[in-house]
C-alpha cells in the first residue's frame, strides 16, 4: 500500500507558477499511475492531470491544458505538478492520486494524499 505526502502549495499572484510535488512510500512507485486532482470551496473534486507509471504518457484536463505539465521521477519516488499562468479560478486543495497499472489514467484511484492548498490572488 503506497502512502502519498503532497507539498509545495501557497499563496502566488495571478499570472505566477508554483509547483507541487507528491512523495510516494510504502509502495513499488513505478507500479503506479500517478494523477493530480482539485477540490474548490464549495466545488467537487475535479481531475487535473495524469501521467503513466514511466512519465512517457500524460492527460490533461482542458482548463490546465497548456498551463500545467504533470511529471515524475521515479528514482526518487516523486510526482510533480507544475503550473502556471496560475488564475484565481486555479484556487484549491490539490490531491496527488494513485493507482497501480499500466495506463495513463484511471476513472478511480485507489490511494490518496491529504492534499495542499493553493491559493492564487487577483
Known amino acids: 500500500q503506497v502512502q502519498l505526502v503532497e507539498s509545495g502549495g501557497g499563496l502566488v499572484q495571478a499570472g505566477g507558477s508554483l509547483r507541487l510535488s507528491c512523495a510516494a512510500s510504502?509502495?513499488?512507485?513505478?507500479?503506479?499511475?500517478m494523477a493530480w486532482f482539485r477540490q474548490a470551496p464549495g466545488k467537487e473534486r475535479e481531475f487535473v492531470a495524469a501521467?503513466?507509471?514511466?512519465?512517457?504518457?500524460?492527460y490533461y484536463a482542458g482548463s490546465v491544458k497548456g498551463r500545467f505539465t504533470v511529471s515524475r521521477d521515479n528514482a526518487k519516488n516523486t510526482v510533480y505538478l507544475q503550473m502556471s499562468s496560475l488564475k484565481p479560478e486555479d484556487t484549491a486543495v490539490y490531491y496527488c492520486?494513485?493507482?497501480?497499472?499500466?495506463?495513463?489514467?484511471?476513472?478511480?484511484?485507489?490511494?490518496w494524499g491529504q492534499g495542499t492548498q493553493v491559493t492564487v490572488s487577483s
Open positions: 510504502g509502495g513499488t512507485f513505478g507500479s503506479y499511475a
Open positions: 492520486a494513485a493507482e497501480v497499472g499500466s495506463a495513463t489514467h484511471y476513472t478511480s484511484y485507489s490511494y
Open positions: 501521467v503513466n507509471w514511466s512519465g512517457g504518457g500524460t
